[in-house]
């Protein structure tokens, strides 16, 4: 049966059958809970999620720049010992527990040398290089750090540069 655009009024509904009256307000009110718990709920959550994820990243800026001053004034101490390079590191990986993984060192430029480690415990390989940094100065150019088939160890070669 054809309807005219006219058919679609509040009379001519409730001159529809109950049966068909209900069947047509329970697909709207599905349609509408779809709608909301398919559509709005979720944007609304995730939208709730990012505010706290910027409120997060605005205090961590806030935070970093109160301490740039601090650490900016703070440059990291040379080498005072006058120890080369190459004996700085080997000592600090023979005390820092890494001197069985240490693999081989070479210069790589001047003031800086070349390591590579194999198998080293990577908790321990930060820690070291953290160390080297705060108390002999020297920092890490590059690395190139790959996990083995051990979980926890890793093969890592990096570049250090002194000063």
Same mark, same amino acid.
């Given at each position: 049966m054809k309807r +005219?655009?006219?058919s /679609? =009024? /509040?009379d001519s509904f409730a001159a529809r059958p109950e049966r068909e009256r209900r069947l047509v307000l329970g697909g709207l009110a599905l349609a509408a809970a779809i709608l909301i718990f398919g559509v709005v709920i979720p944007l609304d959550r995730g939208v709730a999620h990012a505010h706290d994820r910027l409120a997060r990243k605005r205090a961590d800026l806030s935070w970093m720049q109160g301490v740039a001053p601090e650490l900016a004034s703070s440059a990291a101490p040379a080498a005072a010992s006058g120890e080369s390079l190459l004996v700085i590191i080997d000592r600090s990986a023979r005390e820092s527990g890494l001197a069985g993984a240490l693999a081989s060192s070479e210069p790589a430029g001047p003031g800086s040398l070349s390591v590579r480690l194999a198998k080293a415990p990577f908790d321990t390989l930060v820690g070291w290089l953290g160390r080297l940094a705060q108390q002999n100065g020297v920092s890490v150019e +590059?690395?190139?750090i790959e996990k083995t088939d051990t979980p926890g160890l890793v =093969? &890592? &070669?990096?570049?250090?540069? =002194?000063?």
């Open positions: +005219s655009p006219n /679609l =009024s /509040l +590059s690395a190139t =093969s &890592a &070669a990096i570049v250090l540069h =002194s000063g």
